[in-house]
């Protein structure tokens, strides 16, 4: 039986292989929900069977990104969604942190953006920010899957 077995579970497609793994989350934008966001995203980084460093670096810059959402997108009263959006390719995985708040850098906080958006940048190997039209704006990372120095 073992070995049938094992030949059978071979012929289901493995995650990593499937496009349709989009995940979406949607969450209100909450101090508490980030460890939500970082849980949800070690999980299926997890079942992608990614790297121990890349998944870091992908915690560590979601994180940053959804700080952002949490403490300069909306009025402290009534906080709007943070929309996370995970996308795996053969080469990549990317990730779009979405509000629909103020936008960047049009926040009252006098503390500024603090460690945030550099730090993301030092750590994806791309980072784009976007408007949302109608207000919000979008952080969006990629990071490739095979760093430099990893054996292929």
Do not use: W
């Not at 073992?2 to 496009?19: E, F, H, I, K, Y």
């Not at 995203?41 to 959804?66: N, Q």
């Amino acid at each position: 039986m073992g070995s049938n077995a094992q030949t059978q579970l071979r012929t289901v497609t493995p995650l990593t292989d499937r496009t349709d793994t989009d995940v979406k989350l949607t969450l209100p934008a909450r101090p508490e929900n980030v460890s939500v966001i970082r849980h949800v995203l070690g999980a299926f980084a997890e079942a992608l069977r990614l790297p121990d460093d890349l998944v870091e670096d992908l915690r560590l810059a979601v994180t940053e990104a959804c700080t952002n959402v949490v403490r300069h997108a909306y009025p402290q009263e009534v906080p709007g969604p943070v929309e996370i959006t995970i996308r795996p390719t053969e080469d990549a995985v990317s990730v779009v942190v979405a509000d629909h708040g103020r936008g960047i850098g049009s926040s009252s906080d006098t503390n500024g953006p603090g460690l945030g958006l550099p730090l993301i940048a030092a750590i994806a190997d791309e980072v784009e920010l976007q408007p949302v039209p109608g207000g919000g704006s979008r952080v969006a990372m990629t990071f490739a899957r095979h760093r430099h120095g990893d054996a292929a």
